[in-house]
């Protein structure tokens, strides 16, 4: 719920415009790596242990990936305020167009960073009983779907306002649609396969992004 508070609703309505607006709502959301292992190892279970420490290694491949995307993002923008990030789209072009590589990298890195289809192995009935959270039940069990989906609406926000302009509430429930129909279109991944595109294809395609960003940034600033 944290996340929420940088958000740019509107230019008029925000909790708080701060100028590292960008990066205090990646570190916000990377703390959900610290839940899901806090409550594997509480569990007192090796079942449920073994998960935590499964979806902590997932969660922290494609949130690398989605760091090195929102610099990428930032160098383009030159700034980290996201009132600002709105404010040079809506002046200019929405960034989803000259920077689709950065967007298509950003959502797929999305959807593995909330635990959603494909990559919905941190709840993976099939594979783990169920992974960190199979010793929970009623309000505990309920506390990590709110956040989980809470994470949802607040990654579909953020893709709104970094790529599209700004935040509306179609744009929102657009994306959020997104994450639905991508669960009843494409398999799960194998956890083999999972951590094979997390490093070995998302890592290096966003460092290459990231530096050739920088490399035309530094060009023009010198021409």
Known sequence: MIGYGVIPFTDQLAYVDISCGLLFTFAISSLSVYGVIFSGWASNSKYAFLGSLRSAAQMISYEVSIGLTLLSLAVFARTLNLNEIVLWQQENIYFVIPLFPIFFLFFVSALAETNRPPFDLPEAEGELVAGYNVEYSAAGFALFFIGEY????????????????????????????????VRAAYPRFRYDQLMR???????????????????????????
Request: glycine fraction near 6%.
């Open 150 to 181: 809470a994470n949802i609406i607040l990654m579909s926000s953020l893709t709104s306002v970094l790529f599209f302009g700004g935040f509306s509430p179609f744009k929102a429930v657009v994306f959020m649609f997104v994450f639905v129909w």
């Open 197 to 223: 595109l997390g490093w070995k294809v998302f890592l290096p395609l966003s460092l290459a992004i990231f530096f050739n960003a920088w490399l035309m940034q530094s060009i023009c600033s010198i021409l």
